[in-house]
C-alpha cells in the first residue's frame, strides 16, 4: 500500500526567501504526481503536477521529481505572507484515479 | 466558473443524529470524489462516481456512511446516527473524466457533539 510522507512538519520563513518542501513515496511505480495548497478552513488549490523525472514550473512553484530516489520536492520561490498555508502532496499512477496524499507541511511564511 | 461547492460550510450535530452533507460539481466534470479530512489521519478517500455512477466506495466506513448521485449537478453523502469520531472536514473534489486534476471545494466542517 502507498504511503506518503511529507517533511517537514511545519517550516517557517522569511518573506523573499526559498522555501522547499520535501514529499517521499514508497511505490516506485507511481508516476502522477500533484502539489496542493490548502489555506486554512478552505479547499485545496492545485499548483503543480509533475509526471516525469526533472522538475516543473508553474510561476513562483517549482516541482522536482526523482522516481528513483521516490523524492519529490516543491519549491516556492520569494514566498509571500499569502502563501502561509498547509502544503499537501499527492501520488498517484496515470490511470489510477485514486490519490494517496501526505500529512501535509505547514508553511508560515513572515514578513 | 463557480468551482465546486459544497453546503453547509459548518455543521453541528448531536451524538447520534444524521448528517446531510452536499456537493455541485463543476458543470461539465463526470466524475465525484468525497474525501474526509482530520488531523490524526490526514486526507482520506472515501468514495468515486463517475457519470453519476457508483465507481469506488472502498473507503467508506460499512455502516452509517452512504453516499448517492442522483444527478450530474449534484452529490450527497449521507451519515447517520453521527458519532463524534465522525467530527472532520468532508471534502469534495470535481474532474473532467476522474483520471485528470481533481478540483476540490471549501469543505465542509462537520461537528459532532
Known amino acids: 500500500q502507498q504511503k506518503v510522507q511529507q517533511s517537514p512538519e511545519s517550516l517557517t520563513v522569511s518573506e523573499g526567501a526559498m522555501a522547499s518542501l520535501n514529499c517521499t513515496f514508497s511505490?516506485?511505480?507511481?508516476?502522477?504526481f500533484r502539489w496542493y495548497r490548502q489555506h486554512s478552513a478552505k479547499g485545496l488549490e492545485v499548483l503543480v503536477s509533475i509526471f516525469s523525472d526533472g522538475e516543473k514550473e508553474e510561476g513562483r512553484f517549482t516541482a522536482h521529481l526523482n522516481r528513483a530516489n521516490l523524492h519529490v520536492s516543491l519549491h516556492i520561490r520569494e514566498p509571500q505572507p499569502s502563501d502561509s498555508a498547509v502544503y499537501l502532496c499527492?501520488?498517484?499512477?496515470?490511470?489510477?484515479?485514486?490519490?494517496?496524499f501526505g500529512a501535509g507541511t505547514r508553511l508560515k511564511v513572515i514578513a | 466558473n463557480a468551482g465546486v461547492i459544497q453546503t453547509p460550510r459548518h455543521k453541528v450535530t448531536g451524538k447520534g443524529q444524521e448528517a446531510t452533507l452536499w456537493c455541485e460539481p463543476i458543470?461539465?466534470?463526470?466524475?465525484v470524489f468525497w474525501y474526509r479530512q482530520t488531523i490524526v489521519q490526514g486526507l482520506e478517500f472515501l468514495t468515486y462516481f463517475r457519470n453519476q455512477a457508483p465507481i469506488d466506495d472502498s473507503g467508506m466506513p460499512k455502516e452509517r456512511f452512504s453516499a448517492q448521485m442522483p444527478n450530474q449537478s449534484h452529490s450527497t453523502l449521507k451519515i447517520q446516527s453521527t458519532q463524534p469520531q465522525d467530527s472532520a472536514v468532508y471534502l469534495c473534489?470535481?474532474?473532467?473524466?476522474?483520471?485528470?486534476?481533481?478540483?476540490f471545494g471549501p469543505g465542509t466542517r462537520l461537528t459532532v457533539l
Open positions: 458543470s461539465g466534470h463526470s466524475a
Open positions: 511505490d516506485g511505480t507511481s508516476n502522477n
Open positions: 499527492a501520488v498517484s499512477m496515470t490511470g489510477n484515479y485514486k490519490y494517496v
Open positions: 473534489a470535481s474532474s473532467l473524466d476522474g483520471l485528470g486534476g481533481q478540483y
